[in-house]
């Protein structure tokens, strides 16, 4: 049974860190290319991150470059999403998820994840 498991999430001040993870199980982690994708009350589900099955490529949303970092730890089949700088406006639901497709054209977008965490809420005060 394939789960995604985040944690992680809290309520920081402006200007905080958090430190998202994402445990997997039930899969094979390392034929997964992996994202982060966040949703805010009233909003359609946002690309976040994304990375390659070992890491190798990472592709970010303009609104976080230079803020965000995500990386992978296949002998833990964990995904992490080191968050920066935070701001108000990164204040959602974030999601984990796991997709055979690799090319940012695909990694962009929900549709091509097969599998979903529930989420974890980050909220950053102002």
């Known amino acids: 049974q394939v789960q995604l498991v985040e944690s992680g999430g809290g309520l920081v001040q402006t200007g905080g860190s958090l430190r998202l993870s994402c445990a997997a199980s039930?899969?094979?982690?390392?034929?997964?290319?992996m994202g982060w994708f966040r949703q805010a009350p009233g909003k359609e589900r946002e690309f976040v991150a994304a990375i390659t099955w070992t890491g190798g490529n990472t592709d970010y949303t303009d609104s976080v470059k230079g803020r965000c970092t995500i990386s992978r730890d296949n002998a833990k089949n964990t995904v992490y999403l080191q968050m920066n700088s935070l701001k108000p406006e990164d204040t959602a639901v974030y999601y984990c998820a796991a997709t055979t497709r690799a090319a940012s054209v695909y990694t962009r977008r929900p549709i091509a994840y097969r599998y979903w965490g529930q989420g974890t809420q980050v909220t950053v005060s102002s």
């Open positions: 039930g899969l094979t982690f390392s034929s997964y290319a």
